[in-house]
């Protein structure tokens, strides 16, 4: 399976992005889809993930309330939509697709396949 990340870019602090992850294919292998970053000497942080075929979501307490994670079934697509942008959200983001059980749904360690990543800068 091939991920291919876009939608990156460079805003102000406030303004909103759509990130946006195709699949080249369904896989049985995966049953959930997410999106993590990584900022420049920081590990990778987990932002938010979906099941891919269920309706669980998750994300991250960092961003509750200003990105939303949905998907796009008959696209195998799924997207990251970005509000309220920070400055502190300046990173590389990467989006992942996997099995994960309950427990490693918020770590990379949980995901089989990545995507390039794609860089979001925000500037204050």
């Known amino acids: 399976v091939q991920l291919q990340a876009s939608g990156g870019g460079l805003v102000q602090a406030g303004d909103s992005l759509r990130l946006s992850c195709a699949a080249s294919?369904?896989?049985?292998?995966?049953?959930?889809i997410g999106w993590f970053r990584q900022a420049p000497g920081k590990e990778r942080e987990f932002v938010a993930t979906?099941?891919?075929?269920?309706?669980?979501?998750v994300h991250a307490d960092s961003v509750k309330g200003r990105f939303t994670i949905s998907k796009d079934n008959a696209k195998n697509t799924v997207y990251l939509q970005m509000g309220s942008l920070k400055p502190e959200d300046t990173a590389v983001y990467y989006c992942?697709?996997?099995?994960?059980?309950?427990?490693?749904?918020?770590?990379?360690?949980?995901?089989?396949?990545w995507g390039q990543g794609t860089q979001v800068t925000v500037s204050s």
């Open positions: 992942a697709a996997g099995r994960p059980i309950t427990s490693s749904m918020r770590s990379p360690n949980g995901y089989t396949y």
């Open positions: 294919r369904r896989d049985g292998l995966i049953n959930m």
């Open positions: 979906i099941g891919w075929s269920g309706g669980r979501v």
